[in-house]
């Protein structure tokens, strides 16, 4: 299995709900990224995680709160979001932090309505 | 941190002909350039990567080069097809740093 795959594909929520994003990659990758995209921009990294820990979080607001069960799955808990927030949100993983390649989920479409 | 400019924004192109994108990092450290393609609606896609230490890279139809000592590289497709239309975006990552650093993207189009 050489994918990252996330879900859902698409969400809709309301600004009081709670919701969560799901990324899960079964190469053995031990560094894994979570990243913000909106529409006719790059990626925009939010949050690194190596060998189940956080390493990196990119000054993101508490509304948005990572989660590393495993090694194999990636988490992105949803709290009291603002419309601003409605993106494409990806996952990607890599071998370690050190190693060079990242590979990149589908991503979830995500409205806050 | 790192600072990625890329140029230019959009790009079209005939079908058959080459395309050049072209990027400017501003970290000396930096020893790693990959490029993604992403299609309308898909994921960011890896299609081809350089590291400091060498200056250039090819993979059938495209090609990467790399000039530390102008901080630029730059991506190049040669006989362009239809399934070559999408976004391109470059990015940079300085050594010892987990964060890798986008350029704003290309919009490359080809004419059939």
């Known amino acids: 299995d050489t994918e990252v795959t996330q879900t859902p594909k698409h969400l809709v929520m309301g600004m009081t709900n709670k919701k969560s994003l799901k990324c899960e990659q079964h190469?053995?990758?031990?560094?894994m990224y979570w990243y913000k995209q909106k529409a006719k921009k790059p990626p925009e990294l939010m949050f690194v995680?190596?060998?189940?820990?956080?390493?990196i979080n990119e000054s993101v607001p508490s509304r948005f709160s990572p989660e590393c069960p495993n090694s194999s799955l990636l988490n992105l808990h949803l709290h009291a979001l603002q419309p601003e927030d409605s993106a494409l949100y990806l996952c990607?993983?890599?071998?370690?932090?050190?190693?060079?390649?990242?590979?990149f989920g589908p991503g979830t479409r995500l409205t806050v309505t | 941190g790192e600072n990625v400019e890329q140029h230019p924004s959009t790009l079209s192109v005939q079908e058959g002909d080459s395309a050049v994108i072209k990027c400017t990092y501003s970290d000396s450290a930096s020893n790693y350039f990959p490029w993604y393609k992403q299609e309308l609606g898909k994921r960011p896609q890896l299609i081809i990567d350089i590291r400091s230490n060498v200056g250039e890279k090819k993979d059938q139809r495209i090609a990467v080069t790399l000039n530390k000592t102008a901080k630029h590289f730059s991506l190049h497709i040669t006989e362009t097809q239809p399934e070559d239309s999408a976004v391109y975006f470059c990015?940079?990552?300085?050594?010892?740093?987990?964060?890798?650093?986008f350029g704003t993207g290309t919009r490359l189009t080809i004419i059939p």
């Open positions: 990015a940079a990552r300085p050594f010892g740093n987990e964060k890798l650093t």
């Open positions: 995680y190596s060998y189940e820990k956080l390493s």
């Open positions: 190469m053995g990758h031990r560094a």
């Open positions: 990607a993983s890599s071998q370690r932090t050190s190693a060079y390649e990242q590979y």
